[in-house]
């Protein structure tokens, strides 16, 4: 079975809008940390926004500059990626992950629970 699901990927022009949903599993439903991250092909995977499901901590990629909010459902089955301010540079596969550490980071190598991906378009 898989260890999260995503959902929500999709096209959009700039400026425009998309919500990431990231839903765990039997594996991952009590993971600490669950984080989205995107890939280019042909480059390296960056880290996007993390939440520490505990104490609702977020960071973010320098990238992002206030235009994503990373947030839980209150069912803590769900974590989402709400982006805003979309650009075409933010064109790329998006990863949710999910690690059992104490804290949060956006280095993918901290993870070793990963959804399939979902793909995000943005056209200018």
């Known amino acids: 079975g898989q260890d999260l699901l995503e959902s929500g990927g999709g096209s959009v022009q700039a400026g425009g809008s998309l919500t990431l949903s990231c839903t765990t599993t039997?594996?991952?439903?009590?993971?600490?940390?669950i984080a989205w991250f995107r890939q280019v092909q042909g480059q390296e995977r960056e880290g996007v926004a993390a939440l520490y499901r505990f104490s609702r901590t977020a960071i973010y990629g320098d990238f992002v500059k206030d235009r994503f909010t990373i947030s839980q459902d209150y069912n803590r089955n769900t974590v989402n990626l709400q982006m805003i301010s979309l650009e075409p540079a933010d064109t790329a596969i998006y990863y949710c992950a999910a690690n059992f550490a104490a804290e949060c980071s956006l280095r993918p190598t901290d993870f070793e629970h990963w959804g399939q991906g979902t793909q995000v378009t943005v056209s200018a």
């Open positions: 039997r594996r991952t439903y009590n993971g600490a940390c």
